[in-house]
């Protein structure tokens, strides 16, 4: 056993262990004595003496059997003063808190016509071409009549107040859009301004932060990636949908929250982060490569598609499920070429199709001999465009371990804790003890392992992800647990899940979880959703939350070696059960 796992271990039980004689303490392990917060109430966690009476701000709490507590703290606008006291005997020890919660958005009053100066939409600069709509909202005394211009080009367009069923119960949020015409001019920041005329017939007008900028139609402005950036789908939420590397061409047709809104195809848009792009003089034009048909090879891991192409410009891999074909979208394309080298030896490919489905819209569809897929990655090198695509594995029945390369990736680590127990146990720690144990596991079942971590130091997400690809994993295992937010009920939030992105990756989390809601842990669920680890298209991946750490039961198990070891044998076997799923 590690010596910082052993020492995770020793805090529960030091915590029961305490002599006779011993002081009494009390240890606030959540949240910060000064903290700043945006909800109506805060959890409080922490331990103390089992035998200990506590209170906070005179209310008992109960103890939990190991002297850890949690409570949630009702919160009010401003500064919360908390004093936690722990009392044994004539023994006192007491901790204190100061909470700040940040102000409500409330409804004004009709009366007098007020605007809240800090509550408007755009709040930053928004570039649109001429048939985008603008969208402006401001939050003022309800039941008035509310208009905007678009400084003297576009005047007295109508905003309507928004039922409070749909903005949580304020009243005064008034919203309104208008068409950008040609009569705004091009490429100048042209202020917004609103006006509210009160019930009390009193006018108020506020000049928005944010400005509006029409892009010259005429003029196409375009830029290039800086590094490998993330192309989303939304404007201001994380919705990845694809990873372009640097020097990709991209023509930009606006700006929105810091992130421009790019051109792929005819009905078809997408969002970069505006720090991640250089943008170009004007005068550049939009790329149209030229790109060729593919040479095709492959080698006992990947089939690869090697295309031709005379300039870097976007890119979009698409699985269809229900026909089991890949499409490879390249974007400012125009194929150039129908010549297919084929390798001289039979290749798991059935059927490639190329296709110029829109003028600028290059299209290839892959449909494969093998039913699940193991991975797929595409790259510029040099002159060309370089789709890979994952070959089955060779998986024997009698050692479904044997030859596999399996990434392990223990969450967190180094500057990044993770939860922390009402016992101060570190999610990091724990990870990197059940991460441990599994590498352990698959080893013995002949498995090449891969850790990303084996040691308590600071990895990025990027890091994570490109050592396991350099060492060419097939799957990728990251192991966290849970906790609840700063506002949650720790005492009721407990509970194992898994969670995938990649659809190729959703049999690995359906086929881990079983085993783990086995070892008595409540099904939290099978979740779909979207992390940069299991975003990531190269590997089959699912991210394990083990348990809630801040849950003062689960803890318990969580921190205990021998449930880890449990854990790691449930990942262990539900690995084992994907893995003959796919033996032929």
């Not at 609103?194 to 400005?211: A, P």
């Not at 720090?275 to 004007?282: E, G, H, I, N």
């Not at 127990?421 to 991460?435: C, H, M, Q, R, T």
Request: glycine share 6%; net charge neutral.
């Amino acid at each position: 056993m590690s010596y910082r796992l052993f020492y995770a271990y020793l805090v529960i039980i030091s915590a029961t262990a305490v002599l006779a004689d011993q002081p009494l303490f009390l240890k606030i392990t959540f949240p910060q004595p000064i903290d700043t917060i945006d909800a109506d109430r805060i959890r409080v966690s922490g331990y103390t003496e089992p035998k200990a009476k506590l209170t906070i701000n005179e209310k008992i709490v109960p103890l939990y059997p190991r002297g850890s507590f949690v409570a949630r703290v009702n919160l009010t606008e401003g500064v919360n003063n908390f004093i936690i006291h722990a009392q044994r005997g004539n023994e006192i020890a007491r901790e204190y808190l100061s909470i700040y919660r940040l102000p409500v958005y409330k409804s004004y009053s009709p009366e007098p016509t007020k605007i809240d100066k800090n509550w408007s939409e755009p709040q930053k600069d928004v570039w649109l071409s001429t048939g985008d709509f603008l969208y402006v909202q401001f939050k003022g005394s309800p039941g008035g009549k509310a208009i905007f211009h678009i400084d003297k080009f576009e005047k007295n367009i109508p905003m309507a107040e928004i039922d409070s069923s749909q903005t949580d119960g304020v009243r005064g949020i008034y919203r309104g859009a208008v068409r950008i015409s040609e009569t705004i001019p091009v490429n100048k920041l042209i202020p917004i301004t609103c006006e509210l005329q009160g019930v009390d017939k009193h006018k108020q007008t506020i000049l928005l932060s944010g400005k509006l900028l029409r892009l010259n139609d005429r003029i196409p402005l375009v830029g290039k990636t800086m590094n490998l950036v993330i192309l989303q789908g939304s404007a201001s939420r994380y919705l990845p949908i694809a990873r372009l590397p640097e020097n990709v061409q991209v023509t930009i047709i606006g700006r929105e929250n810091d992130r421009f809104k790019i051109k792929l195809a005819q009905h078809r848009i997408g969002y970069i982060d505006a720090q991640d792009v250089k943008l170009m003089p004007w005068g550049n034009v939009p790329i149209r490569a030229a790109i060729g048909a593919p040479a095709i090879s492959q080698d006992r891991e990947w089939i690869y598609l090697s295309f031709p192409i005379d300039s870097r410009v976007p890119f979009i891999i698409e699985k269809d499920l229900a026909e089991e074909r890949w499409d490879l979208n390249v974007f400012d394309a125009q194929q150039s070429s129908f010549w297919i080298t084929y390798p001289n030896v039979e290749t798991d490919i059935m059927q490639l199709t190329l296709n110029q489905p829109e003028e600028n819209l290059f299209r290839c569809s892959i449909q494969l001999k093998q039913e699940q897929s193991w991975g797929f990655r595409a790259e510029y090198v040099e002159k060309s465009l370089k789709f890979c695509i994952r070959r089955h594995p060779s998986i024997n029945p009698q050692s479904p371990l044997q030859n596999i390369i399996i990434a392990i990736d223990a969450g967190h680590g180094g500057e990044e804790k993770g939860a922390i127990s009402p016992l101060g146990v570190l999610e990091k720690d724990i990870n990197l003890a059940w991460a441990c144990s599994l590498q352990q596991l698959l080893q013995r079942g002949n498995a090449k392992v891969v850790m990303t971590r084996e040691s308590d130091e600071t990895v990025s997400l990027q890091e994570r992800v490109r050592r396991a690809e350099s060492e060419n994993a097939h799957l990728f295992i990251s192991l966290h647990n849970n906790g609840v937010t700063a506002s949650g009920n720790a005492a009721i939030a407990e509970g194992t899940s898994t969670y995938f992105t990649m659809p190729h990756s959703k049999e690995l989390a359906w086929s881990i979880f079983p085993h783990l809601t086995r070892l008595g842990l409540a099904p939290y669920g099978r979740i779909y959703n979207s992390y940069f680890v299991t975003n990531t298209s190269s590997f089959v991946s699912a991210l394990v939350e083990g348990g809630f750490l801040t849950n003062p039961q689960e803890e318990v198990r969580l921190a205990n070696p021998e449930f880890q070891n449990q854990m790691a044998n449930a990942v262990y076997n539900g690995i084992v059960d994907f893995l003959l799923q796919q033996a032929y």
